[in-house]
């Protein structure tokens, strides 16, 4: 894929990235879309070929063990990820974009622990949700 091609999509939308076979990341995915969110927001599976060219774009060279968030060109990853996303979804949830202004090494390590044993709290999935029409324009994949 062309660069002129990922450059036109880290600026026209917010990229979550998040790891395709981990049940957690795909219940997290499943929580964003049923939160009706922002339109701008689109998900890509670091499996993928796009994934694989975003992460190599930002200096990735393993899958990473962290959701990302690609808002305007700026990386972010761990909690500070969490935080951008929840600006796109819609509800109460939405607030949690406000818990940035805590110690990011509080935030992170909350994060990591989720992180650490997600295997073990959701497994690996084996099979997709079937998306609907209008969630199936979220994805770049």
């Not at 957690?24 to 964003?32: L, M, N, T, W």
């Not at 060279?61 to 951008?84: D, L, M, Q, R, Y």
């Amino acid at each position: 894929m062309e660069t002129n091609y990922m450059d036109e999509l880290i600026v026209q939308y917010t990229i979550v990235m998040y790891d395709g076979i981990c049940g957690f990341c795909d219940a997290s995915v499943q929580f964003i879309l049923d939160k009706k969110p922002l339109s701008t927001l689109r998900f890509v599976s670091f499996q993928s070929e796009i994934g694989k060219q975003l992460l190599q774009k930002y200096n990735y060279t393993s899958t990473p063990e962290t959701i990302i968030c690609i808002e305007n060109g700026v990386f972010f990853k761990k909690s500070a990820a969490i935080f951008a996303i929840a600006k796109y979804i819609q509800g109460p949830y939405r607030y949690a974009q406000y818990l940035r202004w805590l110690p990011k090494f509080i935030t992170d390590t909350g994060y990591k622990v989720i992180a650490k044993y997600r295997y073990q709290l959701m497994g690996k999935k084996q099979h997709c949700r079937l998306l609907t029409s209008n969630e199936q324009h979220y994805f770049l994949e």
